[in-house]
């Protein structure tokens, strides 16, 4: 029988079956178009004929392992593990974070999956994977023992350091700034006018001056954060990025060409060490659907 992969944003899921009989393609739903995940799930179900026996969710959102329900971070759906099971007639409901999720693809995704971002010489076997999306992702993933362990965190809401542009009282956590929100807050402070991510993406790509700047602002910042979060967990094996900002068309090469680099690096006396920490971009749409079918693998043989 089938299982049922989910990979649950605050803006979109996308299923994808697996085992016997599975279709091969992806299924992506709005969150906005129904009001609950169970309604969506129902009609994923219901257009493909399937009655799966197991649920892999990976939710944006905290996972308490001493709890059986939960919530999204950034979207009103809340799951309950045994009311899922019972209502879809499940024998098994599994729910992990969504970064956790992504962390565990790295132990299945293949060179042609990334791009290299900076060079550099892995030190260790603890890696870092950073999403900035509807919010800001991230988790810390060693391999030991021929086994992958992945701890997620809720990073994305730590306090951000300020910036000269930004003149607010306000407390900016990393994801106000490091989110696609979060581009459009960037680009509205340095130009009074309202664009979504998409729209300043397109600017940009234009060759729009002021929407590059929210772009080479934005890199700093994730260079910052993300060289502070490979010293925390000394993820010196490398750090992977990932989600759909990052990988709309010429981001990669911007990214490449800002300072990113220089502050991710910039650590004082670690800063030798932090230049050898390569950087990978992960090319992948839905590397959390790739993570869930290693769990739902490794759980199948344990």
């Not at 299924?27 to 994923?44: E, G, L, V």
């Not at 979207?75 to 969504?98: M, S």
């Amino acid at each position: 029988m089938a299982d049922l992969l989910a990979d649950i944003g605050g803006t979109n899921t996308r299923f994808r079956f697996i085992g016997a009989g599975a279709p091969a393609a992806e299924t992506a739903f709005r969150n906005a178009d129904f009001a609950s995940f169970a309604q969506a799930a129902d009609a994923c179900l219901k257009q493909h004929g399937i009655r799966p026996r197991r649920f892999f969710l990976a939710i944006a959102g905290v996972v308490d392992p001493a709890r059986t329900t939960f919530k999204l971070t950034n979207h009103p759906w809340t799951f309950d593990r045994e009311r899922l099971k019972k209502r879809f007639g499940l024998t098994d409901c599994v729910i992990v974070n969504d970064f956790e999720a992504t962390g565990y693809a790295l132990a299945v995704l293949k060179p042609a999956d990334c791009v290299k971002i900076r060079p550099g010489r892995p030190a260790a076997t603890a890696y870092l994977v950073i999403g900035p999306g509807t919010g800001l992702g991230a988790c810390y993933a060693t391999a030991r023992r021929n086994a992958w362990h992945v701890l997620a965190t809720e990073a994305g809401h730590t306090t951000l350091s300020s910036h000269p542009v930004f003149r607010t009282a306000r407390r900016l956590s990393a994801e106000d700034i490091l989110s696609g929100r979060g581009l459009a807050f960037v680009y509205r402070t340095l130009t009074r006018k309202a664009k979504n991510p998409a729209e300043i993406h397109r600017l940009a790509a234009g060759g729009d001056k002021n929407a590059r700047k929210a772009y080479d602002i934005f890199f700093a910042f994730l260079g910052d954060f993300a060289g502070n979060m490979a010293v925390v967990f000394k993820a010196f094996g490398g750090v992977y990025l990932s989600g759909a900002i990052l990988n709309a068309p010429q981001v990669a090469d911007w990214l490449k060409q800002s300072d990113f680099g220089a502050r991710f690096a910039d650590k004082g006396k670690l800063a030798p060490l932090m230049r050898r920490v390569p950087v990978f971009l992960i090319r992948t749409d839905t590397p959390a659907l790739a993570g869930l079918r290693y769990l739902a693998a490794r759980k199948k043989s344990a």
